[in-house]
Nanobody
Framework: QVTLVESGGGLVQPGGSLRLSCAGSGFSTDYHAIGWFRQAPGKEREGVSCISSADRTTYYRDSVKGRFTIAKDNAKDTVYLQMNSLKPEDTAVYYC????????????????WGQGTQVTVSS
């Protein structure tokens, strides 16, 4: 059974940092791309970042480039999202999800999702 558990969310002031973790079981990050998504109240879910399995190619949405960094530890099947210089518009529930293949793909193809972790950026 595939499970993903996100952690690391919380309340942070603008300009602050958080590191989210996505701990997986029942699959291997050696073979599956992992994506981070977020959903703010009243808004659609959007992709934030993704890391491919083998060559660790990374992708970021434009609004987080230069501020967020995705990384993974295959030995722990855990993916991290380091978020720096946080802005109020980063406030959302953040989810991680597995992709059935090694490369990152479209959002509707991600198959297993975590329960999410709340990130609130406010002074």
């Amino acid at each position: 059974q595939v499970t993903l558990v996100e952690s690391g969310g919380g309340l942070v002031q603008p300009g602050g940092s958080l590191r989210l973790s996505c701990a997986g079981s029942g699959f291997s990050t050696d073979y599956h791309a992992i994506g981070w998504f977020r959903q703010a109240p009243g808004k659609e879910r959007e992709g934030v970042s993704c890391i491919s399995s083998a060559d660790r190619t990374t992708y970021y949405r434009d609004s987080v480039k230069g501020r967020f960094t995705i990384a993974k530890d295959n030995a722990k099947d855990t993916v991290y999202l380091q978020m720096n210089s946080l802005k109020p518009e980063d406030t959302a529930v953040y989810y991680c999800a597995t992709f059935p293949y090694g490369g990152c793909g479209s959002e509707d193809e991600y198959d297993y999702w975590g329960q999410g972790t709340q990130v609130t950026v406010s002074s």
